[in-house]
């Protein structure tokens, strides 16, 4: 089991990298918006919060998207892998278009209902504005990237998410304080700031996927084609439940400002520290689900069902001590974290105490990442609903 351990993390690293940096987008712009004041802190995690709530059902789509590229790369089916690829891209431009028009809906029919402060709502409504685009825009992004990771490449991820995290702090802080020709928006302006970085971190993967010394096969504009309508139903279908099952369990996490909003700016600002915090601490879980996926698909697409059993056990077993590991580190270092996250004492203090609560929940989140990442490998989430959940846990070893 050490060598797989060892194969894991290596492989997890550069996902858990890039990930983070991509967190790392949202965790800048609390940051940020926090020392700007209260109503700006509240107001971006009120727009975020009706943001990616729509957007967790994509990416559990295009994660099954991960876990079938991962098959045929094991097998070496280099020309359905890139039928795949374009295939994912195909089903992107629609989801993108339904994701804006969803996040505009959002931002004119549901804010305005919700009982909010003038200013917060001010600030969610011109951060939505921008992050309508930028949900046009991210279908395509984790297609793509999901596909390059899955496909032996998840270093070029790594690397350009990196770039536009650092990116985002400037851009951020010219935004919102303004710089230049630029009018100071105050926390509305995180939005703008992470329009760009999206649209130029998914303009380096597309101009990376079609250099000359990248694989042929992943040159997706150079060999155009209709979509295949039996393998999309095949995305779909594997891919709904899984983006279902994700929906449902960040909309427990993602109802929480939603509910604190009416109580005031205080106790909003609180609880987008702590959730904040919260789904930082998932992005090491999220980056072992995925190497699990990633190697339990190659290998099952090897016909190798001895090592994917390997991956699956090393997996469970990694996640064990990763939820553990978590736990303990919260427990010590929650009030010093909130304190660094939010200058205002008050709202730092409401955080910790949250956040005490998030990390003793959040140490079964490994385990849970890790069963969903099983679960795609062996497309097995196509079966997934509450009825066959207790039929399909003690199947989950048998991958021969």
């Not at 994660?63 to 790369?73: D, M, Q, S, T």
């Not at 042929?216 to 983006?243: D, I, S, V, Y």
């Not at 001590?321 to 736990?327: E, F, Y």
Request: charged share 10%; aromatic share 6%.
């Amino acid at each position: 089991m050490g060598a797989e351990l060892a194969a894991l993390a290596r492989l997890a690293a550069p996902l858990f990298a890039g990930q983070l940096a991509v967190v790392g987008l949202s965790i800048t712009d609390l940051v940020l918006a926090g020392h700007a004041g209260r109503a700006d802190v509240a107001g971006v995690v009120l727009g975020a919060t009706l943001f990616e709530l729509p957007l967790m059902f994509v990416v559990g789509v295009f994660a099954a998207g991960a876990a079938l590229a991962g098959r045929l790369h094991g097998r070496g089916d280099f020309e359905g892998l890139a039928a795949h690829l374009r295939d994912c891209l195909g089903l992107a431009l629609p989801t993108g278009a339904a994701l804006c028009l969803l996040v505009l809906a959002l931002r004119g029919l549901l804010l305005p209902a919700l009982e909010l402060a003038d200013p917060v709502r001010a600030v969610a409504s011109g951060y939505l504005l921008p992050m309508a685009a930028t949900a046009a825009l991210l279908p395509a992004l984790i297609a793509l990237r999901t596909t390059l990771e899955a496909a032996g490449h998840p270093q070029v991820a790594m690397a350009l998410n990196l770039a536009g995290f650092f990116a985002n702090i400037p851009l951020d802080l010219a935004f919102i304080h303004g710089a230049g020709p630029l009018p100071a928006l105050g926390g509305a302006g995180c939005g703008w700031a992470t329009l760009i970085v999206v649209a130029g971190i998914l303009a380096g993967l597309g101009l990376w996927a079609h250099r000359p010394a990248t694989p042929a096969h992943l040159h997706f504009l150079a060999r155009p084609a209709a979509p295949r309508w039996p393998a999309l139903g095949r995305l779909l279908l594997l891919g709904t439940p899984m983006g279902g099952a994700i929906l449902a369990e960040a909309g427990f996490f993602y109802a929480i400002p939603l509910l604190a909003a009416p109580l005031g700016t205080l106790p909003l600002a609180a609880h987008a520290v702590a959730l904040s915090l919260d789904f930082a601490m998932f992005i090491a879980p999220l980056a072992l689900g995925q190497a699990v996926t990633i190697r339990t698909a190659a290998a099952l697409g090897r016909g190798a069902g001895n090592e994917a059993r390997r991956s699956v056990r090393a997996g469970l077993a990694a996640a064990l001590g990763l939820g553990l590991l978590q736990a303990l580190a919260v427990a010590a270092a929650r009030r010093h974290v909130a304190a660094l996250y939010a200058p205002d004492a008050e709202v730092a203090e409401l955080a910790a105490r949250l956040l005490a609560v998030a990390g003793r929940l959040g140490a079964m989140e490994p385990i849970v990442a890790v069963w969903w990442a099983i679960l795609a490998a062996v497309a097995a989430a196509a079966f997934l609903s509450l009825g066959f959940l207790a039929r399909l846990l003690p199947r989950g070893g048998d991958l021969g």
